[in-house]
């Protein structure tokens, strides 16, 4: 391999008659915890190929700090004892190196032996992030726990497929363990769960994605006081009900996704939270719910959460931290009720744009409102709308109604797939409160997005 800096070449050739042809492998020469150490900033599969390069880069590769183990499918069993064995190979050329992340997937067919043999020496080797994912067949895996009970440098924690999780109650099960991803896999019951859970005493993040009626976890109780960051996911074909019970005292983010399904969520007191995402259409648990976060400094609420609220015509509780917020809307009026509710919000983006006129469940013009709720002329600094198709003249009120209430905007964006230069003229014609106020389009598909910027100078007269 050969690398020589173009200075270098340009200075060689100054000082010699005769350029050089004879180039000096100078990467080659450095010593393998060096070469080892550039390898584990490329991506896996560039670190390997490195590997046909030279005798000096053909075994590399097996001691950097990761190892990335996918078993193949379809393979004869000359082929996949080869592979086996290959493992087997890697594994015991390090000797007592570290390694830090192993992820391993495993095909229908594997010899879960072999496997258990490679975690257990995996643990030897002080792992700190372990990945392992099995598919989704008639085999059900048992996950072995004894193997990591005195795994004291585990740090995150990927199972997902049809790994099977029976959880004796254990004071401490995962030491250090700060990050768990449980996608899909299988429970022996609700216990399992929350013996899981209770046992990582230093466990900062959460997410599970929860496949169907088939796992055996009916009621998911969430109790942690370290917990910081919790992800829940419904997948589609989820149609039984389920309770969700949250007792997370050090609670920061939040992340709740069950569209179309009788999820009843319940938090055991109020925590401290930063973000929250609700993605929810349950009309039973939503207002204790929205209670519970209430909190919260930035939040984002999805069309079916927003649809459900606004059905129930219910009565959301004040907000007195939030300062950002993401949401799809239908109704104006139910907008600006919210948005009552919110007098300290300083940022607001619109998911799909403004409601449609032509909607039956349009409610209410812009301008028929006399007072505009309290963040608009104290707080509101910049207004995003995202539109995937065009801005509409419906739409165009609600930016004129925005553009002359709020007194302190610093920005109004507006983000479409295509923008009439006629409409965004009239735009710029709208009375705007704020003198700094800069109003931005962009336009164009995603990849390529075309901006297009005006400062007014202070703001416009009403006619």
Not at 68 to 85: G, K, L, M, R
Not at 370 to 383: A, G, N, Q
Request: aromatic letters at 10%.
């Amino acid at each position: 391999m050969i690398l020589r800096s173009s200075k270098a070449l340009k200075h060689s050739s100054e000082h010699s008659p005769v350029a050089s042809t004879d180039c000096e492998d100078i990467i080659s020469k450095l010593p393998d915890v060096l070469l080892i150490h550039i390898l584990s900033l490329l991506p896996d599969a560039d670190a390997c190929r490195t590997s046909v390069l030279s005798k000096r880069w053909k075994d590399l590769w097996v001691f950097l700090p990761y190892l990335h183990v996918v078993i193949p499918n379809n393979s004869t069993i000359e082929q996949a004892n080869e592979y086996y064995d290959l493992v087997d190979k890697t594994l015991a050329v390090r000797d007592d190196m570290p390694i830090r992340r192993f992820f391993l997937y495993c095909s229908s067919e594997c010899d879960y032996k072999r496997v258990h043999d490679w975690l257990r020496i995996v643990v030897l080797r002080k792992v700190q992030i372990l990945e392992l994912t099995c598919p989704r067949d008639k085999h059900r895996v048992r996950f072995s726990w004894d193997l990591f009970k005195t795994c004291n440098s585990l740090v995150e924690l990927t199972l997902e497929g049809d790994l099977e999780l029976d959880v004796a109650k254990d004071n401490i099960l995962f030491p250090c363990l700060k990050k768990l991803n449980l996608v899909s896999v299988i429970y022996s019951g609700d216990e399992s769960f929350v013996n899981l859970i209770t046992s990582c005493h230093v466990l900062e993040e959460l997410f599970l994605k929860k496949r169907d009626c088939t796992d055996n976890l009916k009621k998911i109780k969430v109790s942690s006081t370290s917990l910081k960051r919790l992800r829940i996911c419904f997948t589609m074909d989820y149609a039984n009900d389920c309770e969700v019970v949250i007792d997370a005292p050090k609670l920061e983010y939040l992340y709740l996704l069950s569209n179309r399904m009788s999820i009843n969520y319940s938090l055991t007191k109020p925590p401290p939270l930063v973000e929250a995402y609700v993605s929810t259409s349950y009309y039973s648990s939503i207002a204790e719910l929205f209670t519970s976060i209430s909190c919260a400094k930035m939040m984002t609420l999805t069309y079916w959460t927003v649809s459900a609220i606004s059905s129930m015509n219910l009565d959301m509780p004040i907000f007195p931290n939030l300062v950002k917020l993401i949401i799809h809307i239908e109704r104006w009026d139910f907008l600006l009720k919210l948005l009552s509710n919110m007098p300290n919000l300083e940022h607001i983006t619109f998911l799909d744009g403004f409601p449609d006129r032509k909607q039956s469940y349009y409610c209410g013009k812009a301008e028929s409102v006399v007072l505009p709720p309290d963040c608009l002329p104290f707080k509101m600094k910049e207004i995003t709308i995202l539109n995937y198709d065009t801005i509409t003249d419906g739409e165009l009120s609600y930016i004129e109604h925005f553009l002359k209430h709020s007194v302190n905007l610093e920005k109004l964006r507006i983000n479409a797939h295509n923008i009439c230069s006629k409409r965004a003229e009239q735009i710029l014609t709208f009375y705007h409160a704020s003198n700094l106020c800069q109003i931005e389009f962009m336009w164009g598909t995603k990849r390529r997005r075309r901006p297009r910027r005006y400062k007014p100078c202070g703001p416009r007269k009403l006619d």
